[in-house]
């Protein structure tokens, strides 16, 4: 596709169940990363991959969040046991490389409601 | 102390007027700096990239880069109802990490 794009567009969950947040970066960038942004936030950094690795996962608001990269390529975002302060919009971005220079490239987010 | 802040505003400038945009960081040791506009409900994108000190412009849209100050800002010439959004600094640090303030809200008053 053009762009980064995310699914769902839009989440409600009850507290206490697991969501899986998927993003698609585009073609060929090798670098992806993951946000939060809470209602009148900033973006919160939870991770990025570099090919299928994440070199820090130190962002990750706690052991519910985890997330994978597989083939370079897709990436899924999972919460488990979700709980109310966990609703918020969770970007992805996406570039070409890690590099200094590489401009991120943001998709249109999920949010995520939880009850 | 944020790793990154910036006033929230709102800032209200009149069109056709320079609008100022600041910014603050914490880590010394930072290599890149960027500023991102976001629409109301839409994602955010990349404005302005800076990396050495001094300033660097494009088009209506000057960054600059203070170092020695840990200070960033952006300005907006001849300021247009469009320019309208929340803008967000962003810095990112040795470590590829990315920390982002919480933005400042710019109205462009026709």
């Known amino acids: 596709g053009a762009g980064v794009s995310q699914s769902p567009s839009n989440k409600v969950t009850e507290k206490g169940k697991d969501v899986e947040l998927r993003c698609d970066p585009i073609?060929?960038?090798?670098?992806l990363y993951w946000y939060r942004q809470s209602l009148g936030q900033g973006l919160e950094f939870l991770i990025y991959?570099?090919?299928?690795?994440?070199?820090?996962k130190s962002g990750l608001p706690s052991d519910r969040f985890s997330a994978e990269r597989t083939g370079g390529s897709v990436s899924t975002l999972t919460i488990q046991r979700t709980q109310q302060e966990d609703s918020a919009v969770y970007l992805c971005?996406?570039?070409?490389?890690?590099?200094?220079?590489?401009?991120?490239?943001f998709g249109p987010g999920t949010r995520l409601t939880v009850l | 102390q944020k790793e990154v802040e910036q006033n929230s505003g709102p800032l209200s400038v009149p069109e056709g007027a320079i609008a100022s945009l600041n910014c603050t960081y914490s880590?010394?040791?930072?290599?890149?700096f960027f500023w991102y506009r976001q629409y109301s409900g839409k994602s955010p994108e990349l404005i302005m990239s800076?990396?050495?000190?001094g300033d660097k412009e494009d088009g209506r849209f000057t960054a600059q880069l203070n170092k020695a100050s840990q200070y960033v800002s952006l300005l907006i010439r001849d300021s247009q109802p469009s320019d309208s959004a929340t803008y967000l600094c962003?810095?990112?640090?040795?470590?590829?990490?990315?920390?982002f303030g919480t933005g400042t809200s710019l109205t462009v008053i026709p």
């Open positions: 971005a996406s570039s070409l490389t890690s590099g200094s220079v590489d401009t991120q490239y």
């Open positions: 073609s060929g960038h090798t670098a």
């Open positions: 991959f570099q090919g299928n690795s994440a070199p820090d």
């Open positions: 880590d010394r040791v930072s290599q890149s």
């Open positions: 800076i990396y050495s000190n």
């Open positions: 962003a810095v990112r640090n040795t470590g590829n990490q990315f920390y």
